[in-house]
């Protein structure tokens, strides 16, 4: 049975850092990737990871500020978020793409399994 588990949700001011984890488990050479959504707005990609890490992709809104790496000796993905901004307020869900470990796809429906999100709010 697969199942996600993300954590390391919560408050955190403008500038500042925070760490997402994504736990997984019953996957089989899976990418992963990391999606958002805002109230009011749709589901939007983050970023993804190829099952090696070797190759990652990443929304330009956050590119050069938030980081996507895994450990697949304890079976997690992180989204470290560097700098964030109000705009980075939303739910974050993580997504496995199970049995594909190329994919790096930025739509939501190329993610087979998803987590219950975890809520992230950016202060001023």
């Known amino acids: 049975q697969v199942q996600l588990v993300e954590s390391g949700g919560g408050l955190v001011q403008a500038g500042g850092s925070l760490r997402l984890s994504c736990a997984a488990s019953?996957?089989?050479?899976?990418?992963v990737g990391w999606f958002r959504q805002a109230p009011g707005k749709e589901r939007e990609f983050v970023a993804a990871i190829t099952w090696s890490g070797g190759s990652t992709n990443y929304a330009d809104s956050v590119k050069g500020r938030f980081t996507i790496s895994r450990d697949n000796a304890k079976n997690t993905v992180y989204l470290q978020m560097n700098n964030p901004n109000t705009e980075d307020t939303a739910v974050y869900y993580c997504?496995?793409?199970?049995?594909?470990?190329?994919?790096?796809?930025?739509?939501?429906?190329?993610?087979?399994?998803w987590g219950q999100g975890t809520q992230v709010t950016v202060s001023s």
């Open positions: 019953g996957l089989t050479f899976s990418s």
């Open positions: 997504a496995a793409a199970n049995g594909r470990p190329f994919s790096i796809a930025t739509t939501a429906r190329r993610y087979d399994y």
